[in-house]
């Protein structure tokens, strides 16, 4: 869908060469993101992906010198550009850059390594103009009749390049429409250098010099950088090509490509270890029960919810732990044939012995390879188990292949802003990932449809726990097994002083009553094979 334009009076009046939109929501980063725009525009290039963005990180937008209203340069060089973005940006940050501005961005990167925690490429070539070595990019006799238009008639040049950069999207006429409303504001010279500059930037020695973590951004139907561009990277480099977009896949796709970026920006460190999750939640099986009280109302929520015009003949409770809920899915279909699955061996042994209600089979099997046969079961029940898979498709794919035709799946997960204020104060206190991360329900939605599911229907609730010290709400998270178990974490990062720190920052905070609240944002879901 195409993005619309969302600036505001109050916003137009911060531009200037750095613009900042402070995170709208709890920040789940600490680093900000720096957009930086390509050629013969300006930031308002980016619409309202700045505020999308803003979701979950500070966003700044910076007009390059000579656009916007932003001091010029004596010179263009790369290295005048770089020294003068070395300036502006804060650091560190996340990096995004679109055409010229991504070229500038991998320039910087390059130089400033400790400056960039990630980098982000949109329809950004090694070298924007073909040569000998080089020719998956424009040909040089194209580039130097669109230059001698710029010396001619800046604005008409500009008109051409609005169309060239919306030619072959699926949104071509709506894109050529939204990019005539810009206000460019090119001053001409400088204009002129940035083009000269686009003539002889050659990335093909640098980009090996880049050492953060990197995704580039390709239109499939791009015709100033040809998609056969995204192949001259290394394999380090990741690469997204949205084939129904041109130059301005941020606009003509915009959910895919904020997707991507979110993705990209939590995978850095963090890899869920789930061995060791498993063994967290075998030792907490005997306090479970006792400390779960948002993990009970969630499920009993679900349960609540189930369709009772229906009577299902097999349920699988996926990710059983006690059997708790398993054992209330019996109660309410005696008939049916209950199996409650949980990767820990622990927790089933636990359930096997405590649980009373008779006629529940257990079964030890992770998610994502479930030793059931196809087409076996009526309703998938999944309540806080799915956040511990490091990529929700294959667990989906699983339980689509396991339910019947028009089987019923319903699931709750933490989403993304659960234990906020837990990764604030971290975020405060060093760069580790200390709290895992949860999907977003836009991603969740995805996933399933990905996974041939329909009828899909996504909520979200938050509810918050408050405790009487933050000693007990980090116990209470150890009780039930939730701690943080990805292969990133800096494992000494956690001693004495790190958590004096962690407490003295919760104090922010108390509540008026002396508690402190932890929040979770619970995603429920409903879709039907």
């Known amino acids: 869908m195409l993005s619309n334009q969302l600036h505001t009076a109050e916003q137009q009046a911060l531009r200037g060469h750095l613009t900042y939109y402070p995170a709208t929501q709890q920040k789940l980063h600490s680093h900000p993101i720096v957009l930086v725009h390509g050629w013969g525009v300006n930031s308002e290039i980016w619409q309202d992906l ?34 003068w973005l070395h300036k502006e940006i804060p650091e560190p940050c996340y990096l995004i850059g679109l055409s010229l501005g991504g070229m500038l961005c991998r320039a910087f990167a390059a ?23 080089y020719s998956h990019a424009m040909p040089m006799s194209d580039f130097e009749l669109f230059s001698a238009m710029w010396d001619d008639s800046p604005k008409a040049c500009l008109n051409r390049f ?32 940035m083009l000269a500059l686009l003539a002889d930037f050659d990335a093909t020695g640098q980009i ?14 791009d015709c100033l950088v040809p998609v056969a561009a995204a192949q001259q990277l290394s394999p380090k480099h990741k690469t997204l090509i949205l084939e129904t977009a041109s130059h301005l896949p941020h606009l003509s796709c915009q959910a895919q490509v904020v997707e991507a970026i979110r993705s990209f920006m939590n995978d850095p460190k963090y890899q869920l270890d789930k061995q060791q999750v498993a063994q967290s939640f075998g030792r907490a099986a005997a306090t479970y029960d006792s400390a779960a009280q948002i993990q009970k109302w969630s499920g009993e929520q679900l349960i609540d919810g189930l369709n009772r015009s229906k009577t299902p003949q097999s349920i699988l409770d996926l990710g059983c732990g006690t059997g708790w809920h398993s054992c209330l899915l019996k109660k309410q279909f005696p008939q049916a044939q ?25 079964l030890c099997s992770d998610a994502e390879d479930l030793a059931l046969e196809d087409s076996s079961q009526d309703l998938v029940f999944s309540n806080f188990a799915l956040q511990w898979c490091n990529n929700p498709s294959p667990s989906l794919q699983e339980i689509f292949r396991l339910l019947k035709g028009e089987g019923q799946f319903h699931f ?20 580790d990932v200390h709290i895992n991360r949860f999907f977003s329900m836009t991603q969740w939605q995805t996933a399933l449809e990905e996974a041939g599911f329909s009828h899909i229907e996504l909520t979200s609730t938050n509810k ?3 405790h009487s010290t933050v000693k007990d709400l980090l116990m209470n998270l150890k009780t039930v097994g939730a701690t943080n178990h990805n292969s990133g974490k800096t494992r000494h990062l956690t001693g004495k002083n790190h958590i004096k ?19 979770w944002d619970i995603i429920s879901g409903y879709a039907v094979k």
């Open 208 to 221: 090996d010099q880049i050492t953060c973590p990197s995704l580039s951004i390709f239109g499939g139907q």
């Open 501 to 519: 720190r962690l407490y003295d920052g919760y104090q922010t905070f108390q509540t008026a009553q002396g508690t402190y609240p932890v929040t």
């Open 50 to 83: 700045p505020q999308v963005l803003s979701d979950f990180a500070d966003v700044y937008t910076l007009d390059l010198p000579g656009v916007a209203g932003t001091k010029t340069l004596e010179s263009y060089s790369e290295q005048s550009l770089v020294d």
């Open 412 to 431: 709750a997960v933490p989403g993304p802003k659960t234990l906020w204020e837990l990764r604030e104060v971290w975020s405060s206190i060093d760069k």
């Open 464 to 466: 918050v726990e408050k």
């Open 162 to 193: 609005f169309g060239l950069q919306a030619q072959g999207d699926q949104f071509q006429r709506q894109l050529i429409k939204q990019l005539r409303k810009l206000n460019s504001d090119v001053d001409p010279d400088a204009g002129q250098a």
């Open 111 to 133: 130089q400033f390594p400790e400056n960039v925690v990630g980098l982000v490429t949109i329809s950004t070539n090694l070298k924007f103009v073909a040569d000998s070595e």
């Open 338 to 362: 209950v199996t409650g699955v949980d990767f820990s061996s622990e927790m089933l042994e636990y359930a096997n012995a405590h649980q009373v209600v008779s006629g529940i089979n257990w």
